[in-house]
């Protein structure tokens, strides 16, 4: 495929960035729309748990792509931070930049959510969010994403060491061809069939749904591959459609595999044909989508002003506080008489908004913007 030129290496992508903010705005989303009838795990919900099939839609097409893609930028930004800082500097890094964050979420804001979600009464809810951080529960959340970026960060430094991933190695010096693609995304999927025998999707190994991870796995590592040529900034929008039409066929088909659910056997994981379907389907969504909106993202067009900045800045610092924000806001909201769908549509802009404002409320702290 074509590709259009490369940036200079010190040229920021504002394209990227706003990449990045609407994939955090549709993190919360995401987890706004478990709340009221979607499928999925989350601390509270108003309605019965895959109650709403447009939100369950919602979810699933959202799952097949939103989080790969975080891998893939992850992956696409590593090899030239480490090579920048070595290996000692850039672990210590992502210790600060990830374990920090995890183990805040994980000791603090884990048990905040917890008792925002069980609070009948909000009077004494500072004494019991200190009791749940001396002995309540714990758990990363959504920055069980954290954790899994650590794990893929000591594992590159691991390889690099052990020569895998040599500084000079094998790069993409162009996008790979259909020929190419093709068969990546079916073994792919193939793959994630063969784990979910195992481990099913929504079943956890240390707070990570493994079934997710070949698809997440194969995504950081096309990052890195990626990364020597900025392939990601260069994707031409003919290169994109066509596999968005495919990525849209493919959606086109879940409705009905939905409702033949009960014919074909669970989604989840197991030897049948519905996960074996679900098992091929993400990688196909997931191309089609991830190389449209890098194909958007790349147009001359995207510029970035103070407010595309500002967002931008506070993404990861939203991403992190969401949890809270996200739960406070449906709680009230159960109070007030409207329906489920028009406070889905309102508790989640006011989430994006609120977790903005205060991801950029915590940056003000002195040493806090070094972390988010």
Known sequence: MASTPAPTPTQRNAGIDLVRVLMTMLVILHHSAIVYGGSGGWFWRQEPNASNPLLV????VNQSYFMGLFFLLAGYYTPASFDRKGAGRYLADRWIRLGLPLLAF???????????ADATGGADLLRRWGQGIVGGTHGPGPLWFALALLIFAHAYALLRWAGAFPANGRTAAAL???????????GIGMVAFVV???IPVGHEVLWL???????YILLFVTGIAAAPHRLLERIPLRAAVPWLAVA??????LPIMIMLHGVGGGFEGGWNGNALYYALWEPFVATGVILTLFAWAATPARRSGPVGRWF????????????????ALSRWAATLPYTPWVKFVGVSAAACIGAFVVAAALRAIPGV????
């Open 209 to 215: 749904q493994l079934g997710f991870f070949p698809l």
């Open 312 to 327: 931008a800045a506070n993404a990861f610092g939203a991403f992190v506080v969401h949890a809270p924000v996200l739960v």
């Open 369 to 372: 913007r070094r972390v988010l």
């Open 176 to 186: 790979p061809r259909p020929r190419t693609l093709l068969p990546a995304m079916i």
């Open 196 to 198: 979910r025998l195992v």
């Open 248 to 253: 849209i066929l493919a959606v086109v088909t």
């Open 57 to 60: 839609m919602f979810n699933a």
């Open 106 to 116: 994980f000791f603090v804001l884990f048990p905040l959510t917890v008792e925002i």
